[in-house]
C-alpha cells in the first residue's frame, strides 16, 4: 500500500475490524455492479471510496434528466452520455488507485456467466424481476455471493443471497410476477434519497463480507419504510425441495413489442405513429389508460376514454365496450401489455385488442413532444 493509500485509508486502518490487512483485502477483491442509477450511484460510490481494488460496472442506459433526482453518480453535463461511461469516469476520479471495468451493454442469458465470474462478489443495482433472476441463476451455477437491492415508491429492500452456503433469490422469490404487475420505480415512483440508502447498504454487506465481519444479511430480508425512517428484518431459509440451478436459462417476460399468443386470441401491438393515422382515417377504436391518477395528472393521450389502473381492470370489467376494438397504454407499455393479455385470455373481447407500443414515451418521441415523459 502507497504512502498516499495510506493516508486515503487512514480512517480504515485505525478501525480495529479493517486495519492494513482488512485493507488489503479490500484492495486484492472484486466487486460486480449491475446497473449504474439509483442503487449502483452510491453503491459504486462508496466501493471506490474504500479501496475495493477492482470494480465492474455494466449498463445499457443513457443519462436522462430524470434520472438526477436519484441517481447521483451522474450530472446535468453527462445527459445523454452512456451511464457506464459517466460512472466509471466519476469512481475513477474519486479513486484512482483502483481498477474501474466498464461495459456499456446488458447482461443477458449469453454473457452473464462469462461476466459475473470474473469477479468475487455481485451487487444488484437493477429494476427489473428478469436480469434479477438471471443475476440469481448465474450465481447460483458459480456459487458467486450476491446482494439483492429493491426500491417502491418509499420502501426499499437489502438481502444477502447465495453466501456461505445460504439461500438464493429463488428461494425467497420462486417465481417471477407477470410482466407489468410489478412496476419499477420510473411508473410508480420513488423518493429521491431512498435509493441512497439501499444502495449504501449493499455497499456495506459487500464490504463485510469481504472483510469477513459482522453479521450479513444471509438469509435475511432488510426491509426499510422511509416514511416510518423503520427498519424490519424477516428471516428466510433455502428450500431444499426447490431443484437446483445448474443451467442458466435467462426468465423470459414478453416484451410490449411482440405479439403474444394467448388461449382467447392474439395481442396485437401498434406505434402510436400507427395509432394516430388510422384514428385520423376514421377508425373507432376506445383508448384505455392503465395507469395511476398521479400519472394521469402529469400527461394524458388526447382522446382517451378511459382510465383504469391496471390492476383494477379485472373488477371493472364491464366499463370497457369489449365489442370494439381497444387500445391501451401506460407509460412505457409494460402493463398496458399485460392488461392486453388479461383481455385478450378472457375470451371475452370481441374486436381486436392492441397494445400502444411504447407508451406515453415514444408517443412524446413520435407524435408529439409537448406530451411530457415522466
Not at 500500500?1 to 485509508?9: A, K
Not at 434479477?132 to 450476491?146: F, M, T
Not at 391518477?293 to 402529469?298: L, Y
Not at 407508451?359 to 413520435?366: A, N
Request: net charge negative.
Amino acid at each position: 500500500m502507497t504512502v498516499g493509500g495510506e493516508s486515503r485509508y487512514a480512517r480504515h486502518l485505525v478501525l480495529p475490524e479493517v486495519g492494513p490487512e482488512g485493507q488489503l483485502a479490500l484492495q486484492e477483491a472484486s466487486v460486480l455492479v449491475v446497473g449504474a442509477g439509483g442503487l449502483g450511484s452510491p453503491a459504486l460510490l462508496y466501493l471506490a471510496a474504500a479501496g475495493i481494488g477492482r470494480i465492474g460496472l455494466i449498463d445499457d442506459d443513457d443519462v436522462d434528466v430524470t434520472n438526477l433526482q436519484r441517481q447521483i453518480l451522474h450530472g446535468t453535463s453527462e445527459v445523454g452520455e452512456p451511464k457506464a461511461a459517466s460512472a466509471e469516469r466519476r469512481i475513477s476520479d474519486l479513486n484512482p488507485e483502483i481498477a474501474v471495468e466498464s461495459i456499456q451493454g446488458r447482461l443477458d442469458a449469453t454473457n452473464a456467466l462469462e461476466i459475473i465470474g470474473r469477479y468475487d462478489i455481485i451487487i444488484d443495482g437493477t429494476d427489473n424481476f428478469e436480469t434479477r433472476y438471471l443475476i440469481g441463476d448465474a450465481c447460483e451455477i458459480l456459487n458467486k455471493p450476491w446482494i439483492f437491492g429493491s426500491i417502491h415508491r418509499f420502501e426499499g429492500q437489502v438481502a444477502t443471497f447465495n453466501y456461505e452456503g445460504g439461500p438464493n433469490y429463488r428461494d425467497l422469490f420462486p417465481e417471477p410476477p407477470e410482466d407489468g404487475l410489478a412496476p419499477n420505480c420510473a411508473e410508480a415512483g420513488v423518493l429521491g434519497v431512498l435509493p441512497g440508502i439501499i444502495g449504501s447498504i449493499q455497499a456495506t454487506e459487500a464490504i463485510k463480507a469481504i472483510l469477513g465481519v459482522g453479521d450479513s444479511l444471509n438469509g435475511k430480508l432488510l426491509v426499510v419504510d422511509a416514511l416510518s425512517m423503520r427498519f424490519r428484518t424477516l428471516s428466510f431459509t433455502k428450500d431444499e425441495s426447490r431443484e437446483v440451478i445448474t443451467e442458466l436459462k435467462q426468465d423470459t417476460v414478453e416484451s410490449c413489442s411482440s405479439d403474444s399468443d394467448s388461449p382467447g386470441g392474439v395481442m396485437l401491438v401498434i406505434s402510436p405513429v400507427e395509432f394516430v393515422k388510422r384514428r385520423d382515417s376514421g377508425w373507432d377504436a376506445f383508448l384505455l389508460d392503465v395507469r395511476r391518477s398521479e400519472e394521469e395528472a402529469i400527461a394524458t393521450l388526447p382522446g382517451t376514454d378511459l382510465r383504469i389502473e391496471h390492476n383494477q381492470v379485472p373488477s371493472r370489467m364491464p366499463e370497457i365496450p369489449l365489442d370494439r376494438d381497444i387500445v391501451i397504454y401506460c407509460r412505457s407499455g409494460s402493463r398496458s401489455a399485460a392488461v392486453a393479455r388479461y383481455l385478450v385470455s378472457s375470451g371475452l373481447a370481441k374486436g381486436e385488442v392492441y397494445n400502444l407500443r411504447g407508451g406515453i414515451h415514444e408517443w412524446s418521441d413520435t407524435v408529439n413532444q409537448n406530451i411530457i415523459k415522466y
